[in-house]
């Protein structure tokens, strides 16, 4: 599955518009790789992300079509999630 489509699916990123914007400035990583909005993710891929003044570090354990929203939170297990410091810049 295309990495924006899984995380509006997941409901990590709630659209799919902002989804492409974040991967397109570099701010998501797939196994520790930088990813575009048309990388491929699979079961067991680590994704991070940098969101603000947060990154956040998951880990893929399901990937389905469609998602209620009760169900999004199942497809995916949160291994890091740390608030970034002033002095370091979430763009680099």
């Known amino acids: ?3 924006d489509k899984f995380l509006k699916v997941s409901r ?18 797939i196994n520790g790789k930088e990813a575009k ?5 699979k079961v067991g891929d680590e994704l991070t992300i940098r969101l603000g003044q947060r990154r ?3 880990r893929i354990d399901r990937i389905q079509e469609t998602s209620r929203k009760d169900e999004a939170a199942e497809m995916y297990t949160i291994l890091k999630e740390e608030k970034l410091g002033s002095s370091e810049n979430p763009l680099s």
């Open 1 to 3: 599955m295309r990495l």
């Open 12 to 29: 990590l990123i709630k659209r799919r518009t902002l989804a492409k914007e974040v991967s397109d400035q570099g701010r998501i990583e």
């Open 37 to 41: 909005a048309s990388s491929t993710v």
């Open 56 to 58: 956040v570090t998951a």
